[in-house]
């Protein structure tokens, strides 16, 4: 079968084109995929046994996800700040010198920014790659991450989907502008994608 908006090529009996996410012309939403026999049980063609309407995340939704993992995260994270606060005390304290105290801090940012990136990226990308297909906050709300053709992501699709969006966040200077853009598209284009979501090839829809 051939997917009428690309051309490429698809299974027969799959509802969506892998390559471009659109519907496929002639398959009827709700029809069954033809089903074969696998290890003595009947699975669907394509990995799809039937589609109903797809209920897409809208902006407001994950803005409450994105919170709500915010929090999760930042408990953790307020923890190590306030031990690399406190052990950088004493050597402060006993110097009235700027330099000895940037000495003394930078090290500790350092340690500090790596620590918050690889933490938020292990978290998203094998949350988001897991048989839940969601951080926890995607989780609470019913939200799940897939990838066009409605499957679930691997590790490297939702690193690139974690490094698309909060990771080109976090550049100085255009990574608040180029966040907030994407934040805003999740809300206004067609299958409520974020820029990071088109980057990656991803779709976050509500599960029930």
Same mark, same amino acid.
């Given at each position: ?132 297909? %969601?951080?926890?906050?995607? #989780?609470?709300?019913?939200? #799940? ?18 490094? %698309? ?26 299958? #409520? ?16």
């Amino acid at each position: 079968m051939i997917c009428s908006s690309c051309g490429a090529t698809v299974a027969d009996g799959t509802a969506f084109c892998g390559s471009c996410g659109r519907p496929v012309v002639g398959y009827n939403i709700g029809q069954s995929a033809p089903l074969v026999q696998s290890a003595g049980a009947a699975v669907p063609v394509g990995g799809v046994a039937s589609v109903g309407a797809i209920l897409y995340a809208g902006f407001w939704l994950r803005v409450v996800a994105a919170i709500i993992d915010g929090l999760i995260l930042g408990v953790p994270l307020g923890f190590i700040t306030f031990l690399l606060i406190i052990s950088a005390l004493p050597f402060i304290a006993r110097s009235q010198d700027p330099m000895t105290i940037i000495m003394t801090m930078a090290p500790r940012l350092v340690f500090l920014a790596i620590i918050y990136i690889v933490g938020s990226w292990l978290y998203w990308g094998l949350m988001e790659s897991s048989s839940w297909q %969601a951080t926890l906050g995607k #989780k609470a709300l019913g939200l #799940k991450v897939t990838d066009m053709a409605m499957r679930r992501p691997t590790f490297g699709r939702a690193s690139g989907r974690f490094f %698309a969006g909060r990771g080109i966040g976090i550049v100085p200077y255009i990574g608040g502008l180029y966040f907030l853009i994407s934040c805003i598209m999740a809300g206004f284009t067609e299958r #409520k994608q974020a820029l990071h979501d088109m980057i990656a090839n991803c779709l976050v829809i509500r599960s029930a």
